[in-house]
């Protein structure tokens, strides 16, 4: 019997809304003519928000780590690789499909934009393709590395990520020649995410101790949420690092410390919320679809108040993901076009901090 780390519900909810808000703010500053000062305030909410992608990995790692630390079960890859690398493949042509209908541009021509988009990672999906990488390493571990310490394997990823994370973002010259002409291919290689992969591997192996740690946890995680807030905000406003993308060299610190800090935080509640159950069943087709509810709620909006605006495109983001989600998911195959809807547990399931469908 599976049970469920209530936890992550809170996490992976707040993480999908963050992802449908940043890109919510952008189409809102890209559409309106704004002044500099309302633009810059509006990316510093977006730069604070930015470690909504690499939250999934860890949420997605501490599954597996709790579940299958030291075995792998029977279909471990190819559940994994249907309901994750379909989708990649089928939302593309959904965009495009949208596109030819309400566009002058050729078939043919957007047509070959999705296939180079695809090809190159060159849409928000792109982080699929992450979470794939890590289903091949994860059972890499619990086939070679589960008997290493943790603090070694934690060291080592840890100066492979920050080496390749200083790389891209400072010495971008030394990244490989494709790289400078595909920019997105940057965001795909493992090797810049593989401590966040870590760090949950081990939370999730050894969850219990980590839960029990809460009360110096806690407090050690809201100091350094705070102080690698500040090291990140200050890299922007100073133009260091002024890129709104999770591929920073300082995303890597601030992401690990909001997890801990969520983690402890959600501890404290004994309910889940059913809006919070609501947002993380259906978070990877909102993930994958909400650009596609950008789309369909602009073409109807008229000219309205800014923030009423963004507000409307954040639960449109939303609302629109869950109701096509819906709809495929009560045909054959339709959760391989649109993304499967999470299983949730029923009201007779106990929220015990234990393990959680992956």
């Known amino acids: 019997m599976k049970k469920h780390i209530n936890e992550l519900y809170w996490i992976r909810a707040l993480a999908c809304l963050s992802v449908v808000f940043i890109h919510a703010v952008t189409r809102t500053y890209v559409n309106y003519d704004l002044p500099k000062s309302t633009i810059d305030i509006m990316k510093i909410v977006q730069i604070t928000l930015l470690f909504a992608t690499p939250m999934f990995i860890l949420i997605f790692e501490v599954i597996l780590g709790h579940t299958y630390w030291d075995r792998l079960p029977k279909k471990f890859f190819q559940k994994r690789f249907l309901y994750l690398f379909f989708p990649y493949l089928t939302i593309p042509f959904i965009y495009a499909l949208y596109e030819i209908a ?40 619990v086939k070679v590395f589960k008997n290493v310490p943790a603090l070694i394997m934690l060291t080592v990823t ?67 949420s705070i ?69 369909l709620i602009h073409s109807v909006l008229p000219k309205m108040n800014m923030g009423l605006y963004v507000i409307i495109l954040f639960i449109a983001g939303i609302v629109i993901p869950v109701l096509i989600a819906r709809i495929f998911n009560l045909i054959p195959f339709g959760k391989f076009i649109v993304g499967q809807i999470r299983h949730t547990p029923k009201p007779k399931d106990k929220l015990s901090g234990g393990q959680v469908p992956a």
């Open 102 to 141: 309400t566009t002058s541009s050729s078939a043919m021509t957007v047509l070959d934009t999705t296939l180079t988009n695809i090809q190159y990672a060159y849409w928000h999906g792109y982080f699929i393709i992450i979470i794939l990488q890590f289903v091949i390493i994860h059972a890499l571990f």
């Open 158 to 224: 840890f100066f492979i990520n920050a080496r390749y994370l200083h790389t891209a973002n400072f010495n971008f010259d030394m990244m490989p020649p494709i790289m400078h002409e595909w920019y997105s291919l940057v965001r795909v290689p493992f090797l810049g995410w593989i401590f966040y992969f870590t760090v949950a591997y081990y939370v999730g192996r050894y969850l219990k101790q980590v839960k029990d740690f809460r009360k110096w946890g806690f407090p050690i995680a809201i100091i350094a």
């Open 227 to 295: 102080g690698s807030l500040m090291y990140l905000l200050d890299n922007y406003t100073t133009g260091k690092l002024d890129q709104l993308t999770s591929v920073r060299f300082d995303i890597m610190f601030y992401t690990v410390a909001l997890f801990f800090l969520f983690y402890y935080l959600f501890s404290f509640v004994k309910k889940v919320p059913k809006i919070v159950m609501f947002i993380s069943k259906y978070s990877f087709p909102i993930y994958l679809l909400h650009y596609l509810g950008f789309d």
